[in-house]
């Protein structure tokens, strides 16, 4: 039987080891998957050497004129990219901005992100740090759907990582990347199998 792969397509702004957990697991044939190509808003980002490394379609293109988020021209070009390489889902792997309505409608619960807290604690900007500045003692990553809000989307898997005495901002968000590496393929494996539905405010699976 001719099993269906989902076709991804990755925004990234950074280094990409979340990227290279999705291609570790697809060529461990633990996700049935395969990445069709990647997009980065920043011109040398890790991300687009390690695409290219792996022979996978791979462009900079430009996000101007917003900060934060994506939208506008930028935003028609993204959609254009994803959809010239047949992604059937937009996978955020470090990507830093907000994606707005019309990305959003075009792959209806079908943006992912990964975001580096237990959600809905800490959204926003290096939530890593904001755990460890307010003081709890667990913490860890969220895989969710991407919704019109910030970070508040349909949770998909999490996975917790305890902060230790001693942490610093670098060695926490070191141990919560460690287990990003697993969350990510996980949860796009559940939607590679495709037997999944929304519950609330969480991604059950049939
Ligand atoms: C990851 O730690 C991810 O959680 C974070 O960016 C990093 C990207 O690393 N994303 C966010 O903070 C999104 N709000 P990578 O480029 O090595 O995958």
Redesign the pocket.
């Known amino acids: 039987m001719t099993q269906n792969i989902l076709k991804i397509g990755i925004l990234?702004?950074?280094?990409?080891?979340?990227?290279q957990s999705i291609c570790d697991a697809i060529s461990a044939h633990t996700l049935d998957a395969r990445i069709v190509c990647v997009a980065s808003d920043v011109p040398n980002a890790?991300?687009l050497d390690r695409a290219k490394k792996h022979g996978i379609p791979c462009r900079y293109i430009d996000p101007a004129p917003f900060k934060t988020k994506l939208e506008g021209r930028a935003e028609d070009e993204y959609i254009e990219f994803l959809s010239a390489y047949g992604a059937d889902v937009v996978v955020?792997?470090?990507?830093?901005r907000i994606v707005k309505k019309k990305m959003l409608d075009k792959y209806h619960d079908r943006v992912v992100?990964?975001?580096?807290a237990l959600l809905p604690a800490f959204p926003?900007?290096?939530?890593w740090k904001q755990a460890l500045e307010y003081g709890v003692k667990i913490t860890g990553?969220t895989v969710h759907l991407v919704d019109s809000g910030t970070?508040t989307g349909p949770i998909i898997v999490q996975k917790s990582v305890p902060v230790l005495e001693g942490d610093t901002p670098d060695s926490l968000?070191k141990r919560?990347?460690e287990q990003?590496h697993k969350a990510y393929p996980e949860a796009l494996q559940i939607l590679a199998a495709g037997k999944w539905r929304k519950e609330g405010r969480r991604i059950v699976t049939a």
Do not use: R
């Open positions: 990234g702004s950074g280094s990409g080891t979340n990227m890790g991300i955020l792997a470090g990507f830093m992100n990964i975001h580096p926003g900007i290096a939530a990553c970070d968000h919560i990347q990003e």
